[in-house]
């Protein structure tokens, strides 16, 4: 019950769209060269998912800080350690900082399954698009996700009405 569209998603012109990046997902794991940060910042910016004019906030641990700083410096950037940090980091945004109060849009660039609960309860009062690579998407995220776009395929997925 999934129909396809090969439309891109792009910032709404009248709403203001915040966009969650779990950057260790999309580089596979702690950024640990500035060269991974630029790649990943490169990827993002070419998915038609965000404009320059969106909230971008960035879950990294510590180890990446500093190349993901350097990467994307006008971005919000929330550190925490552990193997879950730069989740749990993202996850407390996500639950405690009323983004569909704030915002029309929701980007969750993350195919962990930690985000599931969240996700489906904010898309009951915003748009939420998750975006991750195809095979990082977990069964409980995709389930919980009115629009999936896959980071390695350029098409989006929307739940059927």
């Known amino acids: 019950m999934l129909a396809t569209t090969r439309t891109k998603t792009t910032a709404t012109q ?3 769209r915040i966009v969650l990046i779990d950057i260790e997902n999309v580089v596979g794991g702690q950024v640990h060269t500035l060269d991974q940060a630029l790649w990943a910042k490169e990827k993002l910016e070419n998915s038609g998912l965000f ?3 969106d909230h971008i906030v960035l879950g990294v641990g510590p180890a990446g800080y500093v190349n993901v700083g350097v990467a994307w410096p ?8 552990g193997s879950d ?15 569909s109060d704030r ?5 969750v ?3 962990d399954h930690i985000f599931a609960e969240a996700v489906a309860l904010t898309a009951k009062s915003a748009n939420v698009t998750v ?5 990082s998407l977990s069964p409980q995220l995709f389930l919980a996700s009115p629009t999936i776009h896959f980071l390695d395929e350029g ?4 739940m059927a009405a």
Do not use: H, M, P
């Open 14 to 16: 009248t709403g203001r």
């Open 74 to 81: 006008q971005a919000r950037k929330v550190v925490r350690d």
């Open 131 to 135: 975006a991750c690579w195809s095979a």
């Open 155 to 158: 098409f989006e997925y929307a």
């Open 85 to 99: 940090g730069a989740d749990l980091a993202l996850l407390e945004i996500l639950t405690t900082e009323n983004l």
């Open 51 to 53: 404009s320059s004019c």
């Open 103 to 107: 915002f029309d849009d929701v980007v």
């Open 109 to 111: 660039i993350s195919g």
